[in-house]
Structure formats: C-alpha cells, structure tokens
C-alpha cells in the first residue's frame, strides 16, 4: 500500500510558477511509476505528466509540454511538478497517482487527495 499526500497548491497570477510535491509512505516509491492528473469543475480528470521509477523517462501533456516539469527524488520519496507560466485555464484540483506500470491513462493504483490550484487572470 503507498499512501500519496499532495502539497503546494495555491492561488498565483497568470504567467507565475508553483511547485507541487507529492510525498509518499508505506513503500519505496522508486518502484513506481508517478503520474499527475488534473480535473476541473465541470470537467473530466486529464493526464498531465508522468514520470518512471528511475526518473529515466517523463511523458507531458501537450497542454503544458514546455512550460511544467515533472521530477522526483527517491532518496525523499517524493515526486514534483514544477509549474510555471501559468495560465488561467490551468487552474484545477491536482492529483498524484502511483502504480508499477508505465501510462498515461488513469488507471492507477494508489492516489492522493488533491491539492488545488487557481491561476488569476
């Protein structure tokens, strides 16, 4: 069981930056693939980024290819976006997801509870 807690959501201007973390316990989580997915009010849960255990491979959406960046460190447990020129269309309850298998579908395993994040414009 990897139990997955979100962190460093807030409310930024258009063209700012913020940085979310997602920390993990119960397991390694160098074992496992870490996904980001975003759902909006009104809207369907979308892929973001993910990246594999060993930080070898990350895959974007192309809605925010070139302007985020997934990460992890797995000497800490924990896997990061960081977010930057953001746009208002970006705002959105941020999810990270584990499991032992590479994708972008969402079909993961374990996930966290969300962290918010709302881009004025």
């Known amino acids: 069981q990897v139990q997955l807690v979100e962190s460093g959501g807030g409310l930024v201007q258009t063209g700012g930056s913020l940085r979310l973390s997602c920390a993990a316990s119960?397991?390694?989580?160098?074992?496992?693939?870490v996904g980001w997915f975003r759902q909006a009010p009104g809207k369907e849960r979308e892929f973001v980024s993910a990246i594999t255990g060993s930080g070898g491979s990350t895959n974007y959406a192309d809605s925010v290819k070139d302007r985020f960046t997934i990460s992890r460190d797995n000497a800490k447990n924990a896997v990061y976006l960081q977010m930057n020129s953001l746009k208002p269309e970006d705002t959105a309850t941020y999810y990270c997801?584990?499991?032992?298998?590479?994708?972008?579908?969402?079909?993961?395993?374990?996930w966290g509870q969300g962290t918010q994040v709302t881009v004025s414009s």
């Open positions: 119960g397991r390694a989580l160098r074992s496992y693939v």
């Open positions: 997801a584990a499991r032992r298998v590479w994708g972008t579908d969402d079909t993961f395993d374990y």
